[in-house]
Nanobody, 125 residues
Framework: QVQLVESGGGLVQAGDSLTLSCAAT????????MGWFRQAPGREREFAAG????????NYADSVKGRFTISRDNAKRTVWLQMNSLKPEDTAVYYC??????????????????WGQGTQITVSS
């Protein structure tokens, strides 16, 4: 059982940058693809970014491509989401997720097996 803990959320202004962290506090990590999803009020959870187990491949939603960067350090059991040029529409609860079934970070939530509790990001205009 993998336990994921996100941190780094908060209130920022449009155009600001923010970095989220997700630490795997127990269980396997190095062999899992990792993803970041987000859910805005009244909307379904959506994929934002993902990274393969070895960092060799990344995947981004079109809405964040060029602004967000995902990275990981398996020795530290941590994955990060660097977010630049934030927009009000980026406001959401952001969730970290781990997939044991796919080496590639798929964009579908049902491909992920473990989830963090989420961290809120609010971007004011």
């Amino acid at each position: 059982q993998v336990q994921l803990v996100e941190s780094g959320g908060g209130l920022v202004q449009a155009g600001d940058s923010l970095t989220l962290s997700c630490a795997a506090t127990r269980g396997a990590f190095n062999n899992y693809a990792m993803g970041w999803f987000r859910q805005a009020p009244g909307r379904e959870r959506e994929f934002a970014a993902g990274i393969a187990w070895n960092g060799g491949a990344t995947n981004y939603a079109d809405s964040v491509k060029g602004r967000f960067t995902i990275s990981r350090d398996n020795a530290k059991r941590t994955v990060w989401l660097q977010m630049n040029s934030l927009k009000p529409e980026d406001t959401a609860v952001y969730y970290c997720a781990a997939s044991r079934r796919s080496w590639y970070p798929e964009g579908e939530a049902d491909q992920y097996d473990y989830w963090g509790q989420g961290t809120q990001i609010t971007v004011s205009s």
